[in-house]
């Protein structure tokens, strides 16, 4: 029979229990919890104090709560103090990557409807100035990278497009180096996503709007992913 928490500090005392179910492997790494009141009924307390809970554990990063889908399991022990750093330093760049997504993916779309021939230059020799760069450093690398992306937004013909990106450039830039040290990105590969980068540019050369998108969707999808993926 399930324990039922004490009638103080309720929400604590739920947060414990909870996390001695995690901790016992009730629910693995990517797992959905049951729902608020059906944790309630099994431990006695309100749905409120459940919904308490469940806010202190994600904000210890065990949990993540995902909008009409439920509660979902991201690790199942807490993380060493020292742990919380690579935690914030990756919702950071989870943050920075859902702009991209929005800002991004629509550029593609446009680019591929829009994309003169001159464009279409640029593009392959920013693709090729990324190739360049693979002895420099990451953040030479990274300017590299976003000099691509800078491309295919010039090509949406788009101002606020335009204007929106370069305002957001120095936060991308900050962004994906700590991506790279946080993941190691370049230790294997020098140049990573290089195939993404170039499938990209072709469909948009192409004028295949669906391709461009696809892509597009599928690089940030995957370095979103990455990001939260827990350690």
Do not use: C, Y
């Amino acid at each position: 029979m399930v324990a039922t928490p004490r009638r103080n500090l309720l929400a604590d005392q739920t947060a414990d229990l909870l996390l001695a179910r995690l901790g016992a492997g009730e629910w693995a790494v990517g797992a959905k919890l049951p729902g608020e009141t059906t944790l309630a009924a099994e431990l006695g307390v309100g749905r409120s104090t459940v919904r308490e809970a469940l806010r202190m554990l994600a904000g210890q990063g065990l949990l993540r709560s995902r909008q009409g889908a439920g509660v979902f399991v991201e690790r199942t022990e807490p993380l060493a103090a020292d742990g919380w750093d690579g935690v914030l330093r990756a919702e950071a760049i989870a943050a920075v990557v859902e702009v991209r997504n929005a800002i991004e993916v629509e550029a593609a779309r446009l680019a591929a409807q829009r994309a003169t021939a001159r464009d279409v230059t640029a593009m392959r020799r920013a693709l090729d100035r990324r190739a360049a760069a693979v002895t420099s450093d990451h953040h030479a690398f990274v300017e590299a990278d976003i000099a691509v992306h800078r491309a295919v937004v010039a090509a949406a013909h788009n101002r606020v497009l335009s204007e929106l990106f370069e305002t957001f450039v120095p936060r991308l830039t900050e962004a994906l180096v700590e991506m790279i040290e946080l993941l190691g990105l370049r230790e294997t590969d020098k140049e990573p996503d290089a195939d993404e980068h170039l499938a990209l540019v072709e469909a948009i050369a192409a004028g295949d709007e669906e391709a461009a998108v696809r892509v597009s969707r599928a690089h940030l999808g995957a370095m979103l992913a990455a990001v939260r993926t827990p350690g």
